[in-house]
T-cell receptor
Framework: DVKVTQSSRYLVKRTGEKVFLECVQD?????MFWYRQDPGLGLRLIYF???????EKGDIPEGYSVSREKKERFSLILESASTNQTSMYLC????????????FGPGTRLTVT | DAKTTQPTSMDCAEGRAANLPCNHS???????VYWYRQIHSQGPQYIIH???NNETNEMASLIITEDRKSSTLILPHATLRDTAVYYC????????????FGTGTSLTVIP
């Protein structure tokens, strides 16, 4: 079974803090994705990566950056957290050819106070 | 923009077929329709996808109309564990691998 793990289920940070969300997958997948999920807005893509050190902006990249130094790990960085970044963050991975079949982690609920 | 519209919520009796509709009237001719579901407190899970022929797998069946403007996901014998939010998804044009998830249909299976 594909396993996608995220570093924390719940996280509370203060405004202005730098926040790192980590995601690790164990199936040697080429693609990795970061989404945020908000009530009434569904899932929105923040960034995705199709290879090590490669990244592409999604629908809402503002205020976020990403890092992919190793194939299995994809990090989402909030340089200076703000209250409007309070959300559920979901990481996913997929193979290069089967990109549509994404395997999701359990999510990190981030609260910025 | 290729987007989808789905009912906000639906109920289904346990053991009966659950039919979840989706409208995707602006989908382009070579774009697939994908379905995912999200059980409470979990990440979304891929179910099935199709282009223009009906598709079936161990989880569900997908019926796509001939004009491809709409589709229906069918769970043939719904169980309580099928209670979830179901997303009908298309790829955002000219973006490579970006999905438009929308807000989905919240299906409640009633005992």
């Amino acid at each position: 079974d594909v396993k996608v793990t995220q570093s924390s289920r719940y996280l509370v940070k203060r405004t202005g803090e730098k926040v790192f969300l980590e995601c690790v997958q164990d199936m040697d997948h080429e693609n990795m994705f970061w989404y945020r999920q908000d009530p009434g807005l569904g899932l929105r893509l923040i960034y995705f990566s199709y290879d090590v050190k490669m990244k592409e902006k999604g629908d809402i990249p503002e205020g976020y950056s990403v890092s992919r130094e190793k194939k299995e790990r994809f990090s989402l960085i909030l340089e200076s957290a703000s209250t409007n970044q309070t959300s559920m963050y979901l990481c996913a991975s997929s193979t290069g050819t089967g990109w549509y079949e994404q395997y999701f982690g359990p999510g990190t609920r981030l609260t910025v106070t | 923009d290729a987007k989808t519209t789905q009912p906000t919520s639906m109920d289904c009796a346990e053991g009966r077929a659950a039919n979840l509709p989706c409208n995707h009237s602006t989908i382009s001719g070579n774009e697939y329709v994908y379905w995912y579901r999200q059980i409470h407190s979990q990440g979304p899970q891929y179910i099935i996808h199709g282009l223009k022929n009906n598709e079936t797998n161990e989880m569900a069946s997908l019926i796509i109309t001939e004009d491809r403007k709409s589709s229906t996901l069918i769970l043939p014998h719904a169980t309580l564990r099928d209670t979830a939010v179901y997303y009908c998804i298309v790829r955002v044009p000219n973006t490579g691998n970006q999905f438009y998830f929308g807000t989905g249909t919240s299906l409640t299976v009633i005992p």
